[in-house]
């Protein structure tokens, strides 16, 4: 029998959830929580609940025409986000969706976020040119959603992400 503290991160790792209503991840949330009980107790840190607002037939698709070439769009219900395939290489990706959100959190103008983007996650020269213009466009997308207040769900958008590339959903409690 597994100690306590390995059957809550199997748990963790292993039983996911998703669904297109709020209502329902927010439901299914709390049972999650209800079911992991005494385990709760044994957690070595945060620890984030595997279910997500997503809609599993929009998937992040790679574009292949010369406009979207190494480009992912990721469909959502307030619009399509374009994202660099360069930031999903080498593990970068939680770093990027971290520094995504702390930019537009802090109004960091685009332009500086896509620098500091290229810098941080040590975007080579080509990676750099082909990403900094989807990158502020990006920052820009988010910024206005953030001043309308429609922002609430960065750790669904970091996950809806990160679950279609086989990469860790960033803790969130």
Not at 14 to 31: C, E, K, Q, S, Y
Not at 124 to 149: K, N, V
Request: aromatic share 6%; glycine share 10%.
């Amino acid at each position: 029998m597994l100690p306590e503290a390995e059957l809550l991160e199997a748990i963790l790792a292993n039983v996911v959830g998703f669904d297109i209503n709020p209502l329902a991840v927010i439901t299914a949330r709390v049972n999650y929580l209800l079911a992991l009980g005494d385990l709760l107790e044994r957690r070595r840190g945060p620890i984030a609940i595997p279910v997500y607002l997503a809609d599993s037939v929009l998937l992040p698709e790679l574009g292949h025409d010369l406009e979207s070439s190494g480009l992912y769009q990721v469909r959502t219900s307030v619009g399509v986000f374009t994202v660099p395939e360069a930031v999903f290489a080498h593990g970068r990706l939680g770093r990027f969706c971290s520094m995504l959100e702390g930019a537009v959190r802090a109004g960091e103008p685009p332009a500086a976020f896509a620098e500091a983007v290229a810098e941080g996650l040590d975007l080579s020269g080509s990676e750099r040119r082909s990403a900094i213009g989807p990158l502020r466009a990006l920052c820009e997308q988010l910024a206005d959603l953030h001043r309308r207040g429609l922002d609430g769900l960065w750790p669904d958008f970091d996950t809806a992400i990160k679950k279609n590339v086989g990469q860790k959903a960033t803790p969130i409690m």
